[in-house]
């Protein structure tokens, strides 16, 4: 479907090249002669083009409702459907990247009471520095708040350190009501099981094959990937580290998160805290899955000692 402004072209050039009258013109183009004249009486929007490009070039990976977002917080008084249209005849629509292939299974979600510290989540990402050397990053998330607790960056982390890390953690944020992670090896080791039982925190493995019964983390990573790994050259560990850090300030202070109605995940804490622990979206917990339970007569503390 050809639309008004393509007719206006069409007339303007059968007018200035052909010499017709803009009847004529219109009749051959079949386009009303009000259309024509049509003048618009949409504000100049130059400085929202300027802008929506800046914040496009910021945040590669953002789409028009989190630039909305955005814009909307410095002020901007424009609608969605604006932004929206702004944003398609600047050719700014993001590049979908192929997807995975997931395994997939039955998915139960763990009741849990929704405040913040009822659930963490806990997960590897993995990427290289520019020399080739591979890293890993040890993500911490809070299931309720979405916000990231810790990204520890590192060449190697063993069990130990990750009974380290979540000491430290549980020092300044409090003891979480649940754990949830994958069976890696370093979750599984002795040194874990030792942590478990001296702080006594549940801990709860998916089941093999299954990462999103683990689906916060994973989410997380998969963000985290999109919009820093795969955007960034790292030239060593202290440069990848600080560029984690700035983006996880980043994520946790700014970022809108469509799951708490695009507020960021420290605003939707306050929130929280600001209404005597009451969710927004009391339902949000039951969407995404977390971990089937353990089957009946399997104990816990049997299987990681089995483990190793």
Known sequence: MVGPAVKREAVAHLQAVMGLSERRACSLVDADRKMIRYKSRRP????????????????????????????RREGETSGVNRVHRIYREEGLTVRKRRARRRAIGTRAPIVVEAKPNARWSLDFVHDQLANGRRFRVLNIVDDVTRECLAAIADTSISGRRVARELTALIAWRGKPGLIVSDNGTEFTSNAMFAWQREHEVAWHFIARGKPMQNGFCESFNGRMRDELFNESLFLGLDHARERIAHWIADYNLR??????????????????????????????????????????????????????
């Open 44 to 71: 100049p929007d130059a400085e929202l083009r300027a802008r929506l490009r800046e914040l496009a070039n910021e945040r590669k990976r953002f789409g028009y409702r989190r630039l909305f977002i955005l814009l």
């Open 255 to 308: 970022r809108p998160h469509s799951a708490l109605g695009y507020l960021t995940p420290a605003a939707y804490a306050a929130n929280f805290a600001a209404t005597g622990g009451r969710l927004r979206n009391p339902d949000q917990l039951r969407r995404p899955p977390v971990a089937t339970p353990a089957p009946h007569g399997v104990k816990i503390a049997e299987a990681l000692i089995a483990a190793g």
